[in-house]
C-alpha cells in the first residue's frame, strides 16, 4: 500500500459505515432522493480513491429543496419562536455536534486530506462553540427607538423605532477548505436570526453537510428550516444563487464565481455578502520578536496547507533581519512532516485535490521561469496523492503569477525592503483586500500600519486569526459583507422602521 494514501482501518466503525451508506438529500426534513439521477464520486485526495458517492443535484433538487425553507418561513414555526426557544435549539444542535465530533472530524479528514487535529479544531470544535455563540445572539436582537422631530408637520408628536426581522429564505454556498467550520459559519447565523437556509457545499467535500444534517434532525430542528442539496457550483450553485425564491445568498469561494455570482443575485435584487479570495501580505519590521514572527508567519502561509483565505502569500521582511527570517521559514518548511490526514505523526496533509496539486505546482513553475528562487519545496510528492512540498519563493517581482494571483495552496513569495513607504506600497499592492499583518514591537509603527493596510482583518504579531466574536469580510476584490460577530446578525435580518404619531389622550 502507498503509505502516503490514508490507511482507512484507523477510522471508527461508525465512520467507515458514514462513508459506505447510500447518501440522498436533506429536504424538508427527510432524507430523499435526487431528481436528477447523476452522482458525484467523493474523492479521498491522499490516494485519489473514490470514498463515497452523493447525488449530484440539479435544478428540480434546488427548486424542492427552495419551496420546503419558503413553506417553513413562511407558515412554520422557526421564524416565530421566540428568541429562548430558538437558543435552546442552536445550544441542541451544538451538543449534539458535539457528541458526533470523531466521526465528523474523521469524515472530514478523509474527504478533505486535513489532519485530524485540524478537523477537530476547525470543523468541529469551532463550529460547536460557534453555534453556542449564535444561540446566545437569538434572544439579543433588536431594533432601536429615535426621537424624531419631523420639522415640517410643527405641533405634531411622533414615535419612532426599528425592529430587525429575519432576512428570509438564505443560500449558502461554501468551499471545499473547511468544510463543515464555512458551512456552520453559515448555517448558525442563519438559525439565530429566525431564516431558513439551502445548503449546496462544495462537490469536493460534500460529506459533513449530509452528516450535519443528521444532527439537524437528531435535534428536532423543524422541517424545511435546513435544508441541503449536494450537487455541482455550475448546475445546483447557480440554481440556488437564480432562485427568486432566495432573499439572500451567503457565498465563500474564488472572486471569478463571486462577482457572477453577486452579478445574478443583483438582477432580482437579492441581497448577498461574499467572502472571496486573498494575497495577504505580512510585514516583518527590523524590530520584530524573531521567536515570534518566524514561526507565526510560516504558519500564517503553511496552516490548512496554504488553502486559506487569509493565507499569508506575500511576504515583506525587513533588510536588516532578512536572512534570519527565510532561513528560520525555510527550515520549519522543510520539517513539516506531509502525510496522509489520518496518521497521527503528520503536520500537512495533501492538497484537496490532483487538479489543485497541478494548478499550485503551474504557479511556483512560471514563478520559476519569470527568475523566482525556490528555496524550500517546489515540488510534488511522487504518487496518486495530491501533495505539494512547503514552498518558499525569493527573487520575485510584483508583476509575476506567483505574486498577483491567489494560489490557494502552501507556496511563500518573500522579498525584502529597506523603507516604510516602500513596503507599505508593495503590500497594498494588489487587487484583494482580505487580510494583513505585520510583526513589530513598536506600538506607534503597529498603528500606522493598522491606518495603511487596505484590508478587512489587520494582525499585529500575528497571521490569520479569526474568532467568532470578530466580524471577517474583505475589501476590494475579496468580498462583501462579513461573517462572524454581530455583523452577521445585521446581514441576516432587515431593518423596519417604525414611525407613530401620538395624540394627547382624549
Ligand atoms: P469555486 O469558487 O468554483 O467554488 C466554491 C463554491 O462555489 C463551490 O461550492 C462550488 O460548487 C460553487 N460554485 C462554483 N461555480 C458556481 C456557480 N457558477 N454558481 C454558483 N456556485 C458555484 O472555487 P474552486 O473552483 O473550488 O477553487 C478555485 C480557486 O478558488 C482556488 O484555487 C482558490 O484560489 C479559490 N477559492 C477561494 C476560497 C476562499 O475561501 N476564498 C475557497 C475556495 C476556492
Ligand atoms: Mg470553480
Known amino acids: 500500500m502507498n503509505s502516503l494514501a490514508n490507511d482507512l482501518s484507523r477510522l471508527s466503525a461508525s465512520s467507515r459505515r458514514y462513508l459506505a451508506a447510500r447518501h440522498r438529500l436533506f429536504i424538508g426534513g427527510e432524507f430523499v432522493d435526487s431528481v436528477a439521477?447523476?452522482?458525484?464520486?467523493?474523492?479521498?485526495?491522499?490516494?485519489?480513491?473514490?470514498?463515497?458517492?452523493?447525488?449530484?443535484?440539479?435544478?428540480?433538487?434546488?427548486?424542492?429543496?427552495?419551496?420546503?425553507?419558503?413553506?417553513?418561513?413562511?407558515?412554520?414555526?422557526?421564524?416565530?419562536?421566540?428568541?429562548?426557544?430558538?437558543?435552546?435549539?442552536?445550544?441542541?444542535?451544538?451538543?449534539?455536534?458535539?457528541?458526533?465530533?470523531?466521526?465528523?472530524?474523521?469524515?472530514?479528514?478523509?474527504?478533505?486530506?486535513?489532519?485530524?487535529?485540524?478537523?477537530?479544531?476547525?470543523?468541529?470544535?469551532?463550529?460547536?462553540?460557534?453555534?453556542?455563540?449564535?444561540?446566545?445572539?437569538?434572544?439579543?436582537?433588536?431594533?432601536?427607538?429615535?426621537?424624531?422631530?419631523?420639522p415640517y408637520l410643527p405641533g405634531g408628536k411622533f414615535f419612532a423605532m426599528t425592529v430587525r426581522e429575519p432576512v428570509g429564505v438564505v443560500g449558502a454556498i461554501t468551499p471545499w477548505n473547511v468544510p463543515l467550520g464555512q458551512a456552520i459559519w453559515k448555517v448558525a447565523p442563519a438559525l439565530a436570526a429566525g431564516c431558513t437556509i439551502v445548503l449546496k457545499p462544495a462537490e469536493q467535500t460534500p460529506l459533513t453537510a449530509l452528516r450535519f444534517a443528521q444532527v439537524v434532525a437528531e435535534a428536532g430542528i423543524p422541517e424545511g428550516v435546513v435544508n441541503v442539496v449536494t450537487g455541482y457550483g455550475e448546475t445546483a450553485g447557480a440554481a440556488l444563487v437564480a432562485h427568486p425564491g432566495v432573499e439572500k445568498i451567503s457565498f465563500t469561494g474564488s472572486t471569478g464565481v463571486g462577482r457572477s455570482i453577486g452579478a445574478a443575485a443583483a438582477q432580482q435584487l437579492k441581497r448577498f455578502t461574499l467572502e472571496l479570495g486573498g494575497k495577504s501580505p505580512m510585514v516583518v519590521m527590523g524590530d520584530a520578536d524573531l521567536d515570534i514572527a518566524i514561526p507565526g508567519t510560516a504558519m500564517g502561509i503553511f496552516a490548512n496547507h496554504g488553502q486559506n483565505c487569509c493565507a499569508g502569500s506575500r511576504l515583506f521582511v525587513h533588510d536588516s533581519v532578512y536572512e534570519k527570517v527565510i532561513?528560520?521559514?525555510?527550515?520549519?518548511?522543510?520539517?513539516?512532516?506531509?502525510?496522509?490526514?489520518?496518521?497521527?505523526?503528520?503536520?500537512?496533509?495533501?492538497?484537496?485535490?490532483?487538479?489543485?496539486?497541478?494548478?499550485?505546482?503551474?504557479?511556483?513553475?512560471?514563478?520559476?521561469?519569470?527568475?523566482?528562487?525556490?528555496?524550500?519545496?517546489?515540488?510534488?510528492?511522487?504518487?496518486?496523492?495530491?501533495?505539494?512540498?512547503?514552498?518558499?519563493?525569493?527573487?520575485?517581482?510584483?508583476?509575476?503569477?506567483?505574486?498577483?494571483?491567489?494560489?490557494?495552496?502552501?507556496?511563500?513569495?518573500?522579498?525584502?525592503?529597506?523603507?516604510?513607504?516602500?513596503?507599505?506600497?508593495?503590500?497594498?499592492?494588489?487587487?484583494?483586500?482580505?487580510?494583513?499583518?505585520?510583526?513589530?514591537?513598536?506600538?506607534?509603527?503597529?498603528?500606522?500600519?493598522?491606518?495603511?493596510?487596505?484590508?478587512?482583518?489587520?494582525?499585529?504579531?500575528?497571521?490569520?486569526?479569526?474568532?467568532?466574536?470578530?466580524?471577517?469580510?474583505?475589501?476590494?476584490?475579496?468580498?462583501?459583507?462579513?461573517?462572524?460577530?454581530?455583523?452577521?446578525?445585521?446581514?441576516?435580518?432587515t431593518l423596519k422602521s417604525v414611525l407613530a404619531s401620538l395624540r394627547e389622550p382624549r
Not at 424 to 453: C, K, P
Open 37 to 150: 439521477q447523476d452522482e458525484i464520486s467523493v474523492i479521498d485526495p491522499t490516494s485519489g480513491e473514490q470514498v463515497a458517492r452523493v447525488p449530484a443535484g440539479g435544478e428540480a433538487d434546488i427548486d424542492r429543496a427552495v419551496t420546503a425553507a419558503r413553506k417553513a418561513f413562511d407558515s412554520g414555526p422557526w421564524p416565530r419562536l421566540t428568541g429562548p426557544q430558538r437558543e435552546r435549539m442552536l445550544l441542541r444542535l451544538a451538543d449534539l455536534l458535539e457528541t458526533a465530533a470523531e466521526e465528523v472530524s474523521q469524515i472530514e479528514s478523509v474527504n478533505s486530506g486535513r489532519t485530524l487535529v485540524a478537523t477537530k479544531a476547525f470543523d468541529v470544535d469551532l463550529s460547536v462553540d460557534y453555534l453556542r455563540y449564535m444561540a446566545g445572539w437569538a434572544t439579543k436582537i433588536h431594533g432601536q427607538t429615535m426621537n424624531p422631530s419631523v
Open 327 to 493: 532561513d528560520g521559514i525555510a527550515r520549519i518548511a522543510r520539517n513539516l512532516k506531509l502525510g496522509p490526514a489520518l496518521s497521527p505523526d503528520t503536520d500537512m496533509g495533501p492538497l484537496i485535490s490532483k487538479a489543485q496539486q497541478q494548478r499550485v505546482l503551474e504557479y511556483i513553475r512560471s514563478g520559476v521561469a519569470d527568475g523566482a528562487r525556490v528555496v524550500a519545496g517546489g515540488n510534488e510528492l511522487p504518487g496518486p496523492g495530491a501533495y505539494v512540498q512547503p514552498t518558499i519563493l525569493t527573487d520575485v517581482r510584483p508583476s509575476m503569477n506567483c505574486v498577483r494571483e491567489e494560489i490557494f495552496g502552501p507556496v511563500l513569495a518573500a522579498t525584502r525592503f529597506r523603507e516604510l513607504g516602500e513596503v507599505i506600497e508593495r503590500a497594498n499592492e494588489t487587487t484583494f483586500g482580505l487580510g494583513a499583518s505585520v510583526w513589530t514591537q513598536n506600538l506607534d509603527l503597529a498603528h500606522w500600519f493598522i491606518r495603511q493596510f487596505k484590508a478587512g482583518t489587520v494582525w499585529i504579531n500575528t497571521h490569520g486569526v479569526l474568532d467568532l466574536a470578530v466580524p471577517f469580510g474583505g475589501i476590494k476584490q475579496s468580498g462583501i459583507g462579513h461573517e462572524l460577530g454581530g455583523e452577521a446578525i445585521n446581514h441576516h435580518t
